[in-house]
């Protein structure tokens, strides 16, 4: 006896679920994400303990920074950097979370799992959008582990706490939106690079250190034209946000971390979709 | 309607062509030996079937649908090589994986299903990476049932498993297929283990396919033989040389002789030559003889 066969297409949204959920699964289950996390909290209390410390002579150091909150964000927008304090913040989460991505999705390959991804109803389309959620909610996990370990940090070190709160809340929340646009830029290298590991890793920490832009900042300031156009950029709008920034920053930051997101997600998926996968 | 319709299939990498021209049908219902020499092409043509790799030229339909048609995806159970798991993780974190992945309803009751059809319940809490190789292939297996899939792709499943393993397999493919409906296409170098349940064969050499047969045709193809024992084997060999056209001895230590004859005949034979025959019987080559004959080019 045979029975009829059904097929039922799979809605975005059911496929969708089902990648989330993967992904979800194996970040909560893997101890990658905790150790990411702990490492973003760990580095900017260090950083601000280790700068406030007197030398093995007993001399006085001098502070790496002269308030709490620029171990958070820079004072002001800033591409092209003075000085460490302008640059290690929490601009920092996006060269860590660079090398996590790296690691969550080459474990794809590397394990074979990805096979199991793409011979089921998932489009490369699914695949592209799902690590790039997943991989900005960590990052802006990350970010939030970084603030707390920079506040703690920061007043063990005895920094001055004034700030303006409003920009403080904007900048915090301009560099978590910013994950979404970094989380896709690192996913589409990972695509890119999916058969060699150490470029991937390589590669997202090169572009995470913003040093394309950065080097940018420096020729166009030497011209003496505006700087304005580098947020269009990832980094120049993770720098934008700021200790003095307005909402109009936040926006920035939605804009160009949404935008970016999609460019890179669909060339991600054409490049899936042209490509031999595993 | 066909579980899977392959026309004019064919991938290059690069200068070199993987598949060139393969025809392919699996019937509804069939469990289809796909057999080949390695580097044939097998896995190239299953992993198209699963979307793994884009095609370079020609159709893969499954069950009348293109195969990038996600309805029909969402029902193709695959194992590919070897199972794709997570090695940090338990064997059960691996299977509630998939189940995600498939978006299965009352996820874990279908886990504890699956992974009691392939006997690896009492194994659910270990890490894959702890697991044998034969448990490792029970794990693959038990993932390409998830969500009751509707055609099952399985390269080389029966790698790594034991007596038992491969019973048990056997008996979870034929329970897959009752319906009708279901198919499973399975890649195997074990021809002897594949025999015992195969429907359909498939042979393909250079990325092609060389033939394609039901079970029952290639029982057909299949050449009988009489096979014997002596008290003199040399001269046993010798003498049915000289009146057979093929006479050789095989690895149990029998002389096969392979033209169209009767056992009386060659018993008699012999006797009128001072010999006197201690055992004797017909057979039909099997499937891995068949092969290796193709192979040779003898058919």
Redesign the interface.
């Known amino acids: 006896?045979?029975?009829?066969?059904k097929?039922?297409?799979?809605s975005f949204s059911?496929?969708i679920?089902?990648?989330l959920?993967?992904d979800f699964?194996?970040l909560f289950?893997?101890p990658m994400f905790y150790i990411f996390l702990a490492i973003a909290a760990i580095i900017p209390a260090m950083v601000s303990a280790m700068t406030t410390m007197p030398g093995p002579d007993g001399s006085a150091s001098t502070p790496l920074y002269s308030n709490l909150w620029q171990i958070i964000a820079a004072s002001k927008s800033l591409y092209v950097i003075e000085g460490i304090a302008d640059y290690a913040n929490m601009n920092m989460v996006f060269i860590f979370g660079g090398i996590m991505v790296s690691i969550f999705i080459g474990?794809d390959y590397k394990?074979?799992?990805?096979?199991?991804?793409?011979?089921?109803?998932?489009?490369k389309q699914d695949y592209m959008i799902s690590k790039t959620l997943v991989c900005a909610f960590a990052m802006a996990c990350m970010c939030v582990t970084y603030l707390i370990g920079g506040i703690v940090g920061g007043m063990f070190a005895g920094y001055d706490a004034t700030v303006n709160v409003g920009s403080l809340v904007i900048a915090v929340l301009g560099k978590m939106v910013m994950s979404l646009g970094w989380a896709s830029l690192y996913t589409f290298l990972n695509v890119i690079f999916r058969r060699y590991f150490g470029i991937s890793v390589a590669s997202s920490f090169f572009f995470g250190t913003g040093i394309l832009i950065i080097g940018a900042a420096a020729i166009v300031e030497g011209l003496g034209l505006p700087t304005g156009f580098l947020n269009v950029f990832l980094y120049g709008a993770s720098v934008n946000a700021n200790l003095s920034s307005g909402i109009g920053s936040l926006l920035i930051c939605i804009v160009v971390s949404v935008a970016w997101a999609f460019i890179y997600n669909v060339a991600g998926t054409r490049l899936l979709?042209?490509?031999?996968?595993? | 309607m066909n579980a899977v319709e392959i026309k004019k299939l064919s991938k290059n990498f690069g200068p070199k062509q993987a598949v060139c021209g393969l025809n392919m049908t699996v019937p509804?219902?069939a469990i289809y030996g796909f057999i080949g020499e390695n580097g044939s092409g097998k896995s190239t043509t299953e992993?198209m079937i699963?979307?793994?790799?884009?095609t370079s030229g020609g159709s893969i339909k499954l069950?009348g649908?293109d195969y990038t048609?996600?309805?029909?995806?969402?029902?193709?159970g695959?194992l590919?090589?070897?199972?794709?798991?997570?090695?940090?993780?338990t064997v059960w974190?691996n299977m509630?994986?998939?189940a995600?992945?498939?978006?299965v309803p009352n996820a874990e009751q279908e886990v504890v299903n699956v992974l009691k059809m392939v006997r690896m319940e009492g194994a659910a809490g270990n890490k894959y990476k702890n697991c044998s190789l034969g448990m490792k292939q029970r794990v693959g297996i038990a993932?390409a049932l998830l969500g009751n899939p509707?055609l099952l792709?399985l390269d080389e499943p029966l790698n790594g498993l034991d007596a038992d393993g491969m019973r048990i397999m056997r008996e979870v493919f034929l329970d897959i297929i009752k319906?009708?409906?279901r198919s499973i296409i399975v890649s195997s170098h074990l021809l002897g283990e594949l025999q015992k349940v195969a429907t359909h064969y498939g042979i393909i050499r250079h990325g092609k396919m060389l033939v394609e047969m039901t079970a029952d045709e290639l029982d057909a193809s299949c050449r009988t033989y009489v096979a014997l024992q002596s008290g003199e084997m040399n001269r046993t060999k010798m003498l049915l040389g000289c009146k057979y056209s093929r006479v050789e001895e095989d690895e149990a230590g029998y002389i096969r002789v392979y033209d169209l004859t009767t056992p009386e005949d060659i018993v008699k034979y012999l006797y009128d030559n001072g010999i006197i025959v201690t055992e004797i019987k017909t057979d039909k080559i099997g499937l891995e003889e068949y092969y290796i004959d193709l192979m040779k080019g003898g058919r």
């Open positions: 006896m045979t029975r009829e066969l097929f039922k297409n799979p059911e496929r679920k089902g990648m959920g993967v699964y194996r289950h893997t474990h394990s074979g799992y990805v096979k199991q991804l793409f011979t089921t109803h998932a489009k979709n042209k490509s031999d996968v595993y | 509804m219902g992993k699963c979307g793994l790799i884009p069950y649908k048609d996600e309805a029909v995806r969402a029902k193709v695959v590919i090589e070897s199972p794709g798991c997570f090695p940090g993780l974190d509630m994986l998939e995600a992945n498939l978006s993932m509707t792709v319906d009708g409906t």
